[in-house]
């Protein structure tokens, strides 16, 4: 990835997303509708994320630069100054925030099948589910 202008905390949170493949596939595999209107008109957490992804995946050996994230800088937290440095814990809960109100959103809840992950962000960066499937 590319670090232009202090966006190196982005980099890391984002290089970190991509290493936990199941959280990838969850993202890869949900019911959201890609591009969706929010992507269109301005950012959709999932879908840009789902686009990193596939660009990571088909990955030719050209650099890649996160341009919807730094674009959308501030979307992560108020405090956030674009081409600013910035911390990446911060970063991360702003991710996971975002991720957490749009798969919380009611109309895509309809569309799940029986077992399938309902909330990525919950399922995978909170306690019950690293204690249940990593710590025992």
Do not use: W
């Amino acid at each position: 990835l590319i670090n232009y202008k202090n966006n190196c905390y982005m980099n890391y949170v984002l290089q970190g997303h991509m290493l936990t493949k199941p959280f990838m596939y969850e993202i890869h595999d949900s019911r959201h509708i890609i591009p969706c209107d929010a992507h269109i008109v301005s950012f959709c957490i999932i879908c840009t994320l789902h686009s990193f992804f596939m660009s990571m995946v088909n990955y030719t050996s050209q650099a890649l630069y996160v341009y919807k994230f730094v674009q959308h800088t501030s979307l992560f937290s108020s405090s956030f100054t674009i081409f600013k440095p910035e911390d990446a814990h911060e970063f991360l809960l702003g991710v996971i925030n975002l991720l957490e109100r749009k798969f919380d959103d009611s109309s895509l809840l309809s569309i799940y099948k029986p077992g399938q992950v309902l909330n990525p962000a919950k399922a995978f960066f909170f306690m019950p589910y690293l204690k249940h499937h990593f710590l025992v």
